[in-house]
């Protein structure tokens, strides 16, 4: 990157402490904030620790107390408060996951939108959270199943949806009645802390959101605080299936509630019925978005042979017309830098394995400066390859050829993960039989973008535990009691 960027995001929506009980707290040290696109450092954050950590649990704690007194409907006003204004501010909140993360600004502001998505559902779901009254089998009682919130959260989150991935989260939580701690990934704290402001702003109370930014070398002791301190009864993660292995792991003293989503390896398969441009499409939205950093990105494509070469020649005219790598603050990028160095690295390693077992590059295969990659299409990829037994996190395209719907699902599910699997078919029978096959939490049949708050998130196999979003999102959050009335006179 020759010319320079500035991130200009003025007054207190740049914040650079640590938020524990109401209050913004400096650490011993700070962490520097870098722009991925350029290497430049753009903030120095305060770096935590298990100290900040252990204050912000006991906050946390403190305050669950009075928040879940709180009324749904008082919950429900300020949640929508919160959701207003991340939409007022939009256009400042946007830029900061422009620099911190690297992606387009276009999709920094959808990303807002988003995130501000769940805010607002769940500041609906607030008041939706039923128990039941159940017919008892003896005249002198009566059974009622109520729904309580579960307690203090911890909420550790990562860099790709820095600012979504905290709502989803967040909003489930705070409308269930529970109050959280939230670890941000080192890469991207700012979005957080922006977050934190504004929920300042709504009228959150003190202790019900806190933020405590650490660097990666602290990390692990705050992640273990986090997970282990008896106060808190519930950890939500998203990240890496090794991480959230390493997690359970310690939450499993305390014996506390887990959601996690974890690493996805998801395909996207082309029958012949399907129609061609369409998949193109789907196939450009699902891999390209955040330069192939989500987790529900297609990683494997599978085309049948009937359609393949026209597949191929459509989809690589696409991305020559579509694609532009770039500054996510210059409005003609489709394209960002990956998070970092390591993540371009991880790329190349797939694109010379591949190479090396037979595939053949027909667009890009070159690292570019710093952490940016050419969007790079693979031809005669085989299932033996490093980039269909991984995920990339990154923008290659790999496309196996096949011939049989079974085979097809076969290479499909031959994975240890399962969040999202994608594919495309207009035979009707096909469609039904696919969907129910893939074994994976989320299915786009003739669609390559699905995530909403109305649906539910979430995987099978070591995609995670648990699902976030919909109606379902904010059982995450609560506990199930369930009480006797008994000595009644019938």
């Not at 090396?356 to 590059?361: D, E, F, L, P, T």
């Not at 290479?411 to 009707?428: E, M, R, W």
């Not at 109305?454 to 699902?467: C, D, I, N, P």
Request: one cysteine or more; charged letters at 25%; glycine letters at 10%.
């Amino acid at each position: 990157m020759q010319r320079r960027y500035s991130l200009d995001v003025t007054g207190p929506l740049l914040r650079t402490q640590g938020y524990v009980d109401g209050r913004w707290v400096s650490a011993a040290s700070v962490f520097p904030v870098l722009d991925p696109a350029t290497g430049q450092e753009i903030a120095r954050v305060a770096d935590c620790g298990p100290a900040e950590a252990k204050q912000a649990v006991d906050a946390a704690y403190k305050a669950f107390h009075s928040w879940k007194q709180y009324t749904a409907k008082e919950r429900s006003v300020l949640l929508r408060k919160w959701f207003d204004l991340l939409t007022l501010h939009k256009e400042d909140l946007a830029k900061l996951i422009t620099f911190e993360c690297g992606k387009p600004l276009r999709e920094s502001l959808g990303e807002i939108a988003y995130s501000a998505s769940f805010l607002e559902w769940f500041s609906e779901e607030a008041r939706r959270v039923y128990g039941d009254i159940v017919p008892s089998p003896a005249k002198d009682r009566k059974i009622f199943l109520l729904k309580q919130p579960v307690g203090v959260a911890s909420i550790i989150t990562p860099w790709n949806f820095p600012s979504a991935m905290i709502t989803r989260k967040v909003g489930a939580a705070l409308a269930a009645g529970c109050t959280v701690v939230i670890k941000p990934a080192e890469d991207t704290p700012l979005s957080a802390l922006a977050l934190a402001e504004l929920a300042e702003q709504a009228g959150i109370p003190a202790g019900v959101f806190n933020v405590v930014p650490c660097s990666r070398e602290k990390t692990p002791s705050v992640g273990e605080v986090l997970c282990t301190d008896p106060l808190v009864a519930k950890i939500s993660f998203t990240g890496s299936t090794a991480t959230g292995k390493v997690l359970l792991k310690m939450a499993a003293d305390t014996v506390k509630k887990a959601s996690m989503e974890l690493g996805g390896h998801a395909p996207f398969i082309v029958f012949d019925s399907a129609d061609v441009d369409k998949a193109v499409g789907g196939a450009m939205a699902s891999k390209f978005r955040n330069s192939g950093q989500t987790c529900v990105c297609s990683n494997r494509f599978l085309v049948q042979g009937g359609i393949y070469d026209r597949f191929m020649e459509r989809l690589g005219r696409a991305m020559d017309a579509e694609l532009r790598v770039g500054h996510g603050s210059d409005p003609e990028t489709t394209q960002g830098p990956l998070i970092n160095t390591r993540a371009a690295e991880k790329v190349v390693q797939q694109i010379s394995d591949a190479v090396s077992r037979g595939a053949k590059v027909l667009k890009g295969g070159k690292r570019l400066d710093g952490s940016f990659m050419e969007p790079t299409l693979l031809a005669d990829v085989t299932k033996e390859m490093l980039c269909t037994k991984e995920e990339t996190f990154g923008p290659l395209l790999p496309v196996i050829r096949f011939n049989t719907e079974d085979e097809a699902l076969a290479i499909a599910n031959a994975s240890n993960v399962g969040l999202a699997g994608y594919f495309y078919s207009q035979d009707v029978s096909q469609i039904w039989r696919v969907a129910e096959a893939l074994e994976t939490g989320i299915v786009g049949v003739n669609e390559g973008l699905l995530s909403t708050p109305e649906a539910t998130f979430g995987g099978v196999k070591q995609s995670g535990l648990g699902r976030e979003g919909s109606k379902y999102g904010i059982d995450e959050y609560l506990d199930v009691k369930y009480m006797c009335f008994g000595g009644l006179k019938p």
